[in-house]
């Protein structure tokens, strides 16, 4: 038996291959500006964040598709979530790297991308099929209605990138759709899905706290009232607070092509784990909703500091792509949202001593009675 080895830094990371690669379209990187090799260099890195962020994605959506999903594992969830979230913080600072490119810096090199374009990175269109966008939320990219064409050869032939991007669609639920099921099984006070009276439990359930929104509804637009200066101001506040309890009864009430009685327990379920959060074993769930909450937070920040990166350096010139360029990146900052439900419960929350009270809170505690 051959002795193994002895391992160094540079044979365990590839340290040669690593930093062999940054020559762009050229035989050797001698032949480019420092500027070009930065600006390969800062996307590749983005693609190997991106890499890792696809594995923790991956991990918590596995996860969340077991039935059941153990609660002992839900930090583990958490903790892949959470990873997410800071690699997307260093992924939105890497921004200001190719901000050291001033324009004329930028101009000397960019027509060799042509027609190249970041929207090519299949691992970011692979991160947000895992996480749930909905292709019917997607923007038309350039003159195309989906993204698949660009991920084609310039012959038009099918790439590796393509095919990696269709595997990846074929794995079945995503994150979101897992979390949606997840909360759908949730037992709502105490009464589980599979249970008799889950409809009532979830009837009473909604009821009492509608009731209880109400009332501190109709509290703050009593204070907001107190300050009005004269009757346009007062119609224009009750206007508001009746949109507002409107809508909140129409996020309760989704129509068929919403989810219909479905959605409504997932929304139900998602809003009872807010608003008891400080029972026992509410504490993991309530973690994993604030996670993915924060999560996408952070991917619409590192979006919208793209698209600020992309004015700076290049104003508001069309895109190498086709795309319509800054524009095209803040269409997408603002309507790609995956878990609207969650943020929409933020809309819903009272003060902890206006809940209303559980008939099962004992079900919540460590120990479940017998």
Known sequence: ??????????????????????????????????DEVLFITVHQVFEL????????????RDLFRKDPVAEQELSGAVRSLERVTTILRRCTDHFEVVETLTTRDYLAFRDKLFPA???Q????????????????????????????????????TPSVSMQKVRETQAEGASLREAIDEWLYRTPIDGVALDDADSETAL??????????????????????????????EVERIDEMYADERASVRAFFSPNEAKGGARRRRIRAAALFVET??????????????DSLVELEQQFVVFRQRHARMA???????AGTGGTAGVAYLDKTALKYRIFRDLWAIRTL????????????PEYYGFLRPE
């Open 49 to 60: 964040w991106f890499k890792l962020i696809l594995r923790e994605l991956r991990t918590a």
């Open 349 to 360: 929350q009272i003060r902890r001593e206006a809940a209303p009270g559980l008939d099962k």
């Open 203 to 232: 009837d009473r359930f909604l009821m009492k706290f509608l009731g209880a929104y109400d009332a501190e509804s109709a509290a703050s637009r009593s204070i907001a009232l107190s300050n009005t200066k004269g009757p346009e």
């Open 121 to 156: 990175s299949r691992q970011l269109r692979q991160i947000e099929i895992v996480m749930g966008l909905e292709e019917e939320d997607r923007i038309p990219f350039g003159g195309e209605k989906g993204f698949a064409a660009a991920l084609k050869e310039p012959d038009g």
């Open 117 to 119: 374009s970041g929207f």
């Open 276 to 289: 008891y959060r400080e029972l026992p074993l509410l504490a993991w769930p309530r973690e994993v909703l």
């Open 311 to 317: 004015e700076r350096v290049i104003g508001r010139r």
């Open 1 to 34: 038996m051959s002795e193994k080895k002895p391992t160094t830094y540079w044979d365990y990371i590839h340290i040669e291959e690593l930093t062999s690669l940054q020559s762009g379209l050229a035989e050797s990187e001698e032949e480019l500006s420092n």
